[in-house]
């Protein structure tokens, strides 16, 4: 089961669908048509590190919305590749 399956589908790609909240001081989560996004934590004036929906690394960045977008396109990009997963590797025998 997966959180963001579709969500770049049903969501249409577009920045301006996703909703983002500060639940917390320097704490933001995002939402798209129901779908959790991920997170955003402030650590400085200029730095914000972005997380997926699955708590991925996604980056630091020096903006908000430089990171919010970069939280959609990995969206995208999974989407895209049908999984939230990373590749699994074979199993041992």
Not at 5 to 16: E, L, S
Not at 17 to 38: I, K, R
Not at 63 to 86: D, F, M, N, V
Request: no cysteine.
């Amino acid at each position: 089961m997966t959180m963001i399956d579709d969500v770049a589908h049903r969501t249409g790609k577009h920045d301006d669908v996703a909703a983002w909240h500060e639940v917390e001081p320097n704490f933001w989560v995002g939402n798209a048509d129901g779908a959790f996004l991920g997170t955003i934590e402030r650590h400085e004036p200029s730095r914000f590190f972005a997380r997926d929906a699955v708590r991925r690394y996604v980056g630091e960045y020096p903006a908000l919305s430089l990171a919010q977008k970069a939280i959609i396109k990995r969206t995208e990009q999974e989407s895209r590749r049908g999984s939230h997963a990373p590749d699994r590797r074979a199993p041992r025998r």
